[in-house]
């Protein structure tokens, strides 16, 4: 357990379906991620929230769309996908953007786009 | 056995063997070097971490050592057993990028009982 849980872990869905994916957080910390892991190839950081703030969207397709209500949470809303979308999406939360270092991860939420 | 990052993606050794995976970085300027592992179904976890102004560390079996001169970075494993199969991935950070974290592609350590 590593205090940060996403939900699903699993999902399928159309090109043409709205879905989300959701992450929360148990550890206090003030800055989320969501990456995506492809087979491969290394992980591609998408999204950043400090102190529910973006500070960094990575030149992510608009059909991702991210939102941070508050530190805890964090949430990933999927529309009109691609099949290369499928990928492991990986939430991930840190005391502070950057310095900190570490990355307490979640176990993913495999997405397939059919 | 040793591998070397990107260019070998799969290490496989020999239960109690020492493990050596290697990872080229790409920026000098990276100041701080971190290596996660990624057991199947799983998210990344945290091994080992190492600051720019020291040339090794020592954790619990594993090892990290940095050479600035090349850019290379290697976490050695001691007494590998079967529970150390997994992905381990290198990530370095970059200050002068709000603190970027960039990942290598990960090379997969396998253990042979």
């Known amino acids: 357990e590593t205090g940060v849980t996403q939900t699903p872990r699993h999902l399928v869905m159309g090109m043409t379906n709205k879905k989300s994916l959701k992450c929360e957080q148990h550890?206090?910390?003030?800055?989320m991620y969501w990456y995506k892991q492809s087979a491969k190839k290394p992980l591609e950081l998408m999204f950043v929230?400090?102190?529910?703030?973006?500070?960094e969207n990575n030149s992510v397709p608009s059909r991702f769309s991210p939102e941070c209500p508050n530190s805890s949470h964090l949430f990933l809303h999927l529309h009109t996908l691609q099949p290369e979308d499928s990928a492991l999406y990986l939430c991930?939360?840190?005391?502070?953007?950057?310095?900190?270092?570490?990355?307490?991860f979640g176990e993913g939420s495999r997405l397939t786009v059919l | 056995g040793e591998s070397v990052g990107l260019h070998l993606p799969t290490l496989s050794v020999q239960e109690g063997d020492n493990s050596i995976i290697n990872c080229a970085y790409s920026?000098?300027?990276?100041?701080?070097f971190i290596w996660y592992k990624q057991e199947s179904g799983k998210g990344p976890q945290f091994i080992i971490d190492?600051?720019?102004?020291?040339d090794k560390r020592q954790g619990q079996r594993v090892t990290v050592l940095l050479n600035k001169t090349v850019k290379h970075l290697s976490l050695q494993i001691a007494a590998t057993q079967p529970g150390d199969s997994a992905v381990y991935f290198c990530?370095?950070?970059?200050?002068?990028?709000?603190?970027?974290?960039?990942f290598g592609a990960g090379t997969r350590l396998t253990v042979k009982p």
């Open positions: 550890l206090g910390h003030n800055a």
């Open positions: 929230y400090n102190f529910k703030e973006q500070t």
């Open positions: 190492i600051r720019s102004n020291m």
């Open positions: 920026n000098s300027a990276s100041d701080y």
């Open positions: 991930a939360s840190s005391s502070n953007v950057g310095r900190s270092g570490e990355l307490f």
């Open positions: 990530a370095e950070i970059r200050p002068y990028n709000n603190n970027d974290m960039r």
